[in-house]
Nanobody
Framework: QVQLVESGGGLIEPGGSLRLSCAAS????????LAWFRQAPGNEREFVAA???????LYSDSVKGRFTISRDNGKNTVFLQMNSLRPDDTAIYYC???????????????????WGHGTQVTVSS
């Protein structure tokens, strides 16, 4: 069983930056695929970014070039550095983890059995 706790959300002006963190406990962290998803009011949950066990990274088109996902296996933590934030980035951001996630399934939340409770990111002036 893996427990995930997100932190780092908040209110930020457009163009600003935030760094989200997700601390994991339980399981074998270095073998996990870790991902960030987000859900805005009235919208379905959407994939944001993922980092696989071998540090291969994937991004959605909407955040590519602005967001960076990274992991620290020594601290059992995954990060999401968000730059050039826009109002349409406003959402609850969720950390997710799974083992044995194949590459073609990395963007699909169905393949992640472990989820955090989420952290709110609001981009507004």
């Amino acid at each position: 069983q893996v427990q995930l706790v997100e932190s780092g959300g908040g209110l930020i002006e457009p163009g600003g930056s935030l760094r989200l963190s997700c601390a994991a406990s339980g399981g074998t962290f270095r073998s996990l695929t870790l991902a960030w998803f987000r859900q805005a009011p009235g919208n379905e949950r959407e994939f944001v970014a993922a980092i696989r066990y071998n540090s291969v990274t994937l991004y959605s088109d909407s955040v590519k070039g602005r967001f960076t996902i990274s992991r620290d296996n020594g601290k059992n933590t995954v990060f999401l550095q968000m730059n050039s934030l826009r109002p349409d980035d406003t959402a609850i951001y969720y950390c997710a983890a799974g083992s044995g996630v194949i590459l073609s399934s990395t963007r699909n939340g169905v393949y992640y059995p472990y989820w955090g409770h989420g952290t709110q990111v609001t981009v507004s002036s």
